[in-house]
């Protein structure tokens, strides 16, 4: 039974290429670059075996060890994958339970990531084969790490499928995970600028110290402690890694058992009373389309993201800038201009998000002006917290006030300048865009230059439009602080002009292009 098991996961695996040409090209290019830098990581764990230094390759092993197994968990959960092995699949089939579980593990062992982690784990016994001693327990160590992460990848899928069964589920992870993603890029800056020949081995041999007793690291920390001649606590810790992989096991049997007499989820219908926002604004033609904007900002994922982003992206900013070296005084001017700029921008394909429901403004006749000035609202509205809120709070921080008008006119100018842009854009040069229920982070149906352009197009005129109002700010700030109510004035006018002027000029071409816009919706 779990050489037919075995044989299902090789012709599932060559199923993958007999897929369209371009899929093929695409996946064989993937598996060149995975197999490519495991060939390099081995030959670079195969050089370490040349290194003295084993308390350090050992603190290091640790380390990265840990957060491979971490991925391995994380990744499913926050992304999901299609489990082609799904154990209700063959729930029909009257297997037991321990038989169905020991062939879909062994299953698991055969595939690409499964190969690339062979192959690096493969160094790492080589870099630790020092003595028989240390050979074999660097052998055990690399079977026990190999079979954990396998078997706790596929326990993590295994959950993944059951809590993440609904799309509503699938979106709110994926979110999260690239929220963690990107929390997660501050720490690398910092790491990459410690001073690692002072301070930075001493944490790091810390860190290690705590995490090899750990079930994460024990696997990796074995091998480096028989090399530095640590017998008893390599034995402890190989101990630790054998119960670790036990204990997945006995959770992967008790996860086969119980998805096989679990119905997959299903996502629950949910009823609204009343119009929603549609009961909130005005009765208008503008809006009604500021009532669908409310709407799509509120429950569509791909707008979740963009929202996530917006107060992610300074912080992704100000920390290389802080561990650089430029004072907070500088800094902390960054974050609300940022957001602006960010808000503005985010509306520069926003009727190719409509797809094909964009043919409900073509033929009831909605004006274009309306049709712009709606999908404004929401984004006006975050637009004008962000700049309140956030001014105050950083002229607090800094306790100069007298930087409240520049930071209002900047912000303003970026705000309000991506904004009359983005109408004008976003009406001329659609292009395509995931599409409503797909998942936020899937690639869309066709891509071009004209996306790249069209995307810094909009940058760039946000920062040539709050341009006066930036030099007159930094005038105030490094000579004279009377020129920040010049800033001030620059920011706001100017930013009021060209949404004015982005309203009329994007209803004009959004009346004239009705046609061609839905033609592109559906093309794409």
Request: net charge positive; hydrophobic share 60%; glycine share 10%.
């Amino acid at each position: 039974m779990v050489a037919q098991f075995l044989r299902l996961k090789l012709r599932l695996l060559g199923n993958i290429f007999r897929r369209s040409p371009w899929q093929v090209v695409g996946i064989v290019l993937g598996l060149v670059y995975g197999v490519g830098l495991a060939t390099i990581l081995f030959f670079t764990l195969v050089g370490l075996r040349f290194v003295d230094d084993v308390e350090v390759i050992r603190d290091v092993f640790v380390i990265v060890g840990a957060a491979v197994v971490i991925g391995f968990v994380i990744f499913p959960l926050a992304f999901g994958v299609d489990d082609t092995m799904d154990p209700r699949r063959f729930a029909l089939f009257g297997l037991p339970d321990r038989t169905l579980a020991l062939g879909l593990a062994l299953a698991a062992f055969i595939g690409i990531p499964a190969f690339v982690l062979a192959i690096v784990l493969a160094g790492t016994v080589v870099t630790w084969s020092r003595g028989f001693g240390e050979t074999v327990f660097a052998l055990i160590s690399a079977l026990l790490a190999f079979g954990t992460c396998i078997l706790i990848a596929r326990v993590a899928t295994g959950v993944a499928s059951v809590l993440l069964a609904t799309r509503r589920a699938r979106e709110v992870s994926g979110v999260l995970g690239v929220l963690l993603v990107v929390l997660l890029s501050p720490v690398v800056v910092v790491l990459v600028t410690l001073d690692w020949a002072n301070s930075g081995l001493r944490v790091l041999e810390s860190f290690a110290g705590v995490v090899g007793w750990t079930p994460l690291g024990a696997a990796f920390a074995a091998p480096g402690d028989a090399a530095a001649g640590d017998w008893g606590p390599a034995v402890l810790k190989l101990i630790i890694a054998a119960a670790t992989l036990g204990a997945i096991w006995l959770a992967w049997q008790s996860l086969v058992a119980k998805m096989l007499v679990t119905p997959g989820r299903e996502a629950s219908a949910r009823s609204y009373r009343g119009l929603g926002w549609f009961d909130r604004m005005p009765h208008t033609p503008a809006g009604a389309v500021a009532a669908r904007s409310f709407t799509y900002w509120f429950r569509d994922a791909r707008y979740w993201v963009s929202i996530i982003m917006v107060p992610i992206v300074p912080v992704l900013v100000i920390v290389p800038l802080g561990v650089a070296g430029i004072p907070l005084s500088y800094t902390a001017l960054i974050p609300v201009p940022l957001m602006c700029l960010l808000l503005g921008w985010s509306l520069h394909n926003d009727t190719a998000f409509d797809s094909t429901a964009v043919w409900l403004h073509t033929v009831s006749g909605v004006r274009g002006a309306a049709d712009r000035a709606g999908r404004l609202v929401p984004v006006l509205i975050a637009g004008v917290v962000v700049i309140g809120l956030g001014s105050a709070v950083t002229v607090f921080v800094l306790d100069d006030w007298r930087l409240l008008p520049a930071l209002v006119g900047v912000s303003a100018a970026l705000l309000l300048g991506g904004l009359g842009v983005s109408s004008i854009v976003s009406a001329r040069f659609p292009y395509p865009a995931v599409k409503p229920g797909d998942s936020p982070f899937q690639q869309p149906q066709s891509t071009g230059a004209i996306t790249a352009l069209v995307q810094s197009i909009t940058m760039l005129g946000s920062l040539l439009i709050a341009a006066p109002a930036v030099a007159f700010a930094a005038l105030g700030l490094f000579d004279d602080p009377s020129w920040y109510m010049a800033s001030f004035a620059a920011g706001v006018g100017l930013g009021v002009v060209v949404l004015a002027a982005g309203i009329g000029l994007g209803g004009r071409v959004f009346d004239h292009r009705g046609p061609e816009i839905l033609a592109a919706a559906l093309r794409a």
